[in-house]
T-cell receptor
Framework: DQQVKQNSPSLSVQEGRISILNCDYT??????FLWYKKYPAEGPTFLIS???IKDKNEDGRFTVFLNKSAKHLSLHIVPSQPGDSAVYFC???????????WGAGTKLIIKP | NAGVTQTPKFQVLKTGQSMTLQCAQD?????MYWYRQDPGMGLRLIYY???????DKGEVPNGYNVSRLNKREFSLRLESAAPSQTSVYFC??????????????FGNGTRLTVT
């Protein structure tokens, strides 16, 4: 049973436009959510996070939105750049258990 | 800064062979983790070490053992490799915990093939 789901295996976006990556979760105990970015042959790198007490967190071109009632979060990248082409993983944790649960990832392709 | 260093980068084993994947971090982090990544799946936790001297099972520990040699090093051992252990293995570390306010720092992975 996948507790964290990224239903789009891939997404293609024109350079300069907005990229929106989605993530759904089923466990209502999750209270902290993270996005990681991964390039080929490298390990994931931390991108941005959000606590369940917030509904939005922004860092430069990256914004994460959290909708607790829908158990849904999204990552917005504006404007999209070629270097954003990577696999993006959503991950979640519960305060009572610090182990992260990961989604399967979405491959983002930025077209020139 | 090297961050998290994993060796080897690639390995091919025959079924039944054993090997140890090495991991070292130079960030003075307390917690270290071993994950595996398989196609179409998220990262799955194999074992973790919350602090030096402790290790605990994660989601998929069967077929693996770990050793937290010191604060810097955390190794993963396959005693008798099976084709189902073909995967990419990632080591990670964090200051404390893997949730709130302590993002994981990952190595670049070990790609293991068991034939």
């Amino acid at each position: 049973d996948q507790q964290v789901k990224q239903n789009s295996p891939s997404l293609s976006v024109q350079e300069g436009r907005i990229s929106i990556l989605n993530c759904d979760y089923t466990n209502s105990m999750f209270d902290y959510f993270l996005w990681y970015k991964k390039y080929p042959a490298e390990g994931p790198t931390f991108l941005i996070s959000i606590s369940s007490i917030k509904d939005k967190n922004e860092d430069g071109r990256f914004t994460v939105f959290l909708n607790k009632s829908a158990k849904h979060l999204s990552l917005h990248i504006v404007p999209s750049q070629p270097g954003d082409s990577a696999v993006y993983f959503c991950a979640a944790s519960a305060r009572s258990n610090y182990q992260l649960i990961w989604g399967a990832g979405t491959k983002l392709i930025i077209k020139p | 800064n090297a961050g998290v260093t994993q060796t080897p980068k690639f390995q091919v084993l025959k079924t039944g062979q054993s090997m140890t994947l090495q991991c070292a971090q130079d960030m003075n982090h307390n917690s270290m983790y071993w994950y595996r990544q398989d196609p179409g799946m998220g990262l799955r936790l194999i074992y973790y070490s919350a602090s030096e001297g402790t290790t605990d099972k994660g989601e998929v520990p069967n077929g693996y053992n770990v050793s937290r040699l010191n604060k810097r090093e955390f190794s993963l051992r396959l005693e008798s490799a099976a084709p189902s252990q073909t995967s990419v293995y990632f080591c990670a570390s964090t200051r404390q915990g893997s949730g709130n306010n302590s993002p994981l720092h990952f190595g670049n992975g070990t790609r293991l093939t068991v034939t």
